[in-house]
């Protein structure tokens, strides 16, 4: 038993303790440096590029919510021409599936107006309360329902839903706007332009599917971005 006694001699057993605390305060103070240069090392700092954008910050704005590579935008039980655009979001390469890419959509009400909520915060004071951010599944693929938006009341412009993407990597940027075919204030350059960014036109073919009209948008990660590399 006089051989077991300095296990169990208090002094012993707490300097081991101490000892023990020490070691474990060390090993999560390195943790925590190691963390915080991981996250500051540049590889997910924010860039934008593509030139400058007003309002391409509204991509950050979706806080602590857990993002889907599908949602519903706000309004869509009202009444209105209920629409479905899904796609592929690719990397630059354009045949290997982007995942854990965010979009944020937004557009106007019925009114062709953006209206902003009750509260309204950052950008939403500008970009109405019709708006989400999608994050892409392992396959790319993103999908959101919302009602078809109308034109700017007494403007040229057409009707319009706004994207910009939010790269794992931290680049964000603008791409063109989705359109719809057969709105007469569409411009050429809106239904055939000449570099599309992100490798698509956004111009929408709407096709009746039940109760929604439905549309696919593809896009390519870079593609026709200015100062992408």
């Known amino acids: 038993m006089r051989a077991l006694w300095p296990l169990f001699n208090p002094a012993l057993l707490y300097l081991n303790i101490k000892i023990m605390i020490r070691s474990l305060f060390l090993f999560c103070l390195l943790f ?5 240069k991981s996250q500051t090392d540049g ?9 400058p954008c007003e309002g391409c910050e509204a991509v950050f704005e979706f806080g602590e919510r857990t993002l889907s590579s ?17 796609g592929t979001i690719y990397k630059p390469d354009g ?19 953006y209206p902003p909520g009750e509260d309204p915060q950052g950008w939403e004071r500008h970009h109405g309360y019709i708006r989400t951010w999608l994050k892409t599944d392992k396959n790319g693929h993103y999908a959101f329902y919302t009602l078809k938006p109308a034109p700017y009341p ?11 993407i939010l790269e794992p990597n931290g680049k964000y940027y603008y791409l063109d706007s989705c359109h719809f075919t057969g709105d007469r204030l569409l411009t050429e350059n809106e239904i055939n ?15 009746k599917q039940g109760d929604l009209y439905i549309a696919e948008r593809d896009l390519i ?7 992408y590399d």
């Open 70 to 86: 599908t949602d519903t935008l706000p309004g869509f039980s009202e009444e209105g021409a209920k629409i479905k655009v899904s």
């Open 193 to 207: 332009p000449s570099a599309p960014r992100g490798g698509s036109s956004g111009l929408l073919d709407l096709k």
């Open 221 to 227: 990660l870079g593609h026709n971005i200015p100062n």
């Open 43 to 51: 590889t997910n700092t924010p860039k934008l590029v593509g030139a």
């Open 95 to 113: 045949k290997t599936p982007a995942p854990n890419v965010i979009l944020y959509v937004y557009h106007t009400d019925q009114d062709g107006i």
């Open 154 to 164: 007494n403007r040229t412009d057409p009707a319009h839903i706004h994207y910009t």
């Open 32 to 36: 925590s440096i190691h963390s915080c």
